[in-house]
């Protein structure tokens, strides 16, 4: 069964103050790996597909990485305006399959 | 970038009553839709897939008889929810498979109040 877990439920940091947004996934044939940020009351708007280990990619004040068994999604120097709930989503490799999402990370950015 | 709108965005119904949620691609044609159902503060919980011209394809769990799925054309997909309970009050969400990075994109969702 395709689990998608991700770490830490909450994070709250300062302005400025780095950190890492984990997703451990277990998927039969990862096709890709979907980050998407999320504020209260709206749909998923969509931040990063990887689709092989090594892979990296960057907007802005984000940087996502994948490897085999995991995923990351650094934020340096993260502003309040980046406070949203940041989903990991994995896509198995057979066609117009759902994704299948963990269960997120809330961060709080405090100016 | 693909774009999907979703309506209404927020309903308010009495029990014992149905509501429709429709999902629309608006400039791309989307031949899979997906309906997820989110509580507060969790994750999206899939309930169904949606294929255009064909029955849709439910989750285990979900009450196909409640959830009214039709994928009539390759824009429009619609989520009726029969005879509603307060038990089914949720924030319901689409998602339309389109040919993109990004792959999928959602809808803004549907904050449904049954009361």
């Known amino acids: 069964e395709d689990q998608v877990t991700q770490s830490p439920e909450a994070l709250r940091l300062q302005e400025g103050e780095s950190s890492s947004l984990n997703c451990s996934y277990t998927v039969s044939g990862l096709r890709g790996l979907f980050w998407y940020r999320q504020d209260p009351g709206k749909g998923p708007e969509f931040l990063f597909t990887l689709y092989s280990a090594g892979e990296e990619k960057e907007k802005e004040r984000l940087k996502a990485t994948l490897t085999k068994k995991e995923s990351f999604l650094h934020i340096t120097a993260p502003k309040p305006e980046d406070s949203a709930t940041y989903l990991c989503a994995v896509q198995r490799n057979s066609g117009n399959t759902p994704l299948v999402f963990g269960k997120g990370t809330r961060l709080s950015v405090i100016a | ?115």
């Open chain 2, 1 to 115: 970038g693909a774009v999907v709108s979703q309506h209404p965005s927020r309903v308010i119904c009495k029990s014992g009553t149905s509501v429709k949620i429709e999902c629309r691609s608006l400039d791309f044609q989307a031949t899979t839709m997906f309906w997820y159902r989110q509580f507060p503060k969790k994750s999206l919980m899939l309930m169904a897939t949606s294929n255009e011209g064909s029955k849709a394809t439910y989750e285990q769990g979900v009450e196909k008889d409640k959830f009214l799925i039709n994928h009539a054309s390759l824009t429009l997909s619609t989520l009726t929810v029969t005879s509603a309970h307060p038990e089914d009050s949720s924030f319901y969400i689409c998602s339309a498979r389109g040919t993109g990075e990004d792959g999928y994109t959602f809808g803004s969702g549907t904050r449904l109040t049954v009361v």
